[in-house]
């Protein structure tokens, strides 16, 4: 994966990755690759693997008897462990995060880079009562990449996933992984943000951001180290421009 985004001239302004061991790892090992430095991961508990509360470590025969699944299948989305989270839950933390801390970044990284090249006119952003939606003024629209990964049955053994952040212009036939280039206008600057987590969470947060209930993360097929491509802007909204591609384990 480090080296199919490597080919693919993908570089890294922000990384976060969730703190368990497995995303960390790989975080790591992509992040050297690209040569973004492994100390400025920063470790995000919302993006950590679906928890089981009590049922962590059990065999899924011994938790998920044909009583407990009767009532998953009559509570469901709002079903949890003993102790554990919902998918509802995981989708509102995914969301949440989504919001917070990922939608914002591209700002903050197209600010810093132009402010080196040129002034830049003021960019105004309002968040819509859609939790899954932004605007910006007068600018580009957003792409959203994201790479996912298949969890283990053990949390600390959990899949990763990337996410990548790009401003784009408003070229809709242009491919997700060509780099940009070279311009002096602040229109064409690029900034990529990666995120290392984990399969159910981005399963959830698919079905959140396609206004889809939180059950319908159980019908996407996410493989190990598959690619799965987002993309936002203003004209089209949301759009899925690939889901659980594997092309690039053709490498290995």
């Not at 002034?119 to 009562?129: D, I, K």
Request: hydrophobic letters at 35%.
């Amino acid at each position: 994966m480090a080296v199919f985004l490597k080919s693919q001239g993908v570089r890294f302004g922000k990384v976060f990755s969730s703190p368990l061991d497995r995303a960390m790892a790989t975080a790591g090992f992509v992040c050297r690759e690209l040569g973004f430095a492994a100390e400025h991961i920063e470790s995000f508990d919302a993006l950590m693997e679906m928890s089981q509360g009590q049922w962590e470590g059990c065999l899924h025969s011994e938790t998920y008897t044909p009583e407990i699944l009767s009532i998953i299948d009559r509570t469901q989305p709002d079903f949890s462990a003993p102790s554990g989270e919902s998918l509802r839950q995981v989708e509102f933390r995914m969301i949440e995060f989504l919001n917070k801390t990922v939608l914002r970044m591209p700002e903050k990284l197209i600010a810093h880079e132009a402010s080196m090249t040129h002034n830049e006119s003021h960019r105004s952003f309002s968040r819509q009562s859609s939790t899954n939606s932004v605007q910006e003024k007068d600018g580009p629209h957003w792409d959203l990449v994201y790479r996912l990964n298949r969890p283990g049955l053990q949390r600390k053994k959990s899949g990763k996933s990337r996410l990548q952040i790009v401003t784009t212009g408003d070229n809709e036939t242009e491919d997700e992984f060509s780099p940009s280039e070279p311009s002096n206008g602040a229109r064409n600057l690029t900034s990529s943000v990666g995120i290392f987590t984990h399969s159910m969470p981005i399963k959830c947060l698919l079905a959140g951001i396609l206004g889809a209930s939180p059950v319908v993360s159980q019908r996407f097929c996410i493989d190990d180290s598959s690619v799965t491509v987002l993309q936002h802007s203003l004209r089209n909204g949301w759009q899925i421009k690939r889901l659980n591609d594997t092309s690039h384990l053709r490498l290995l």
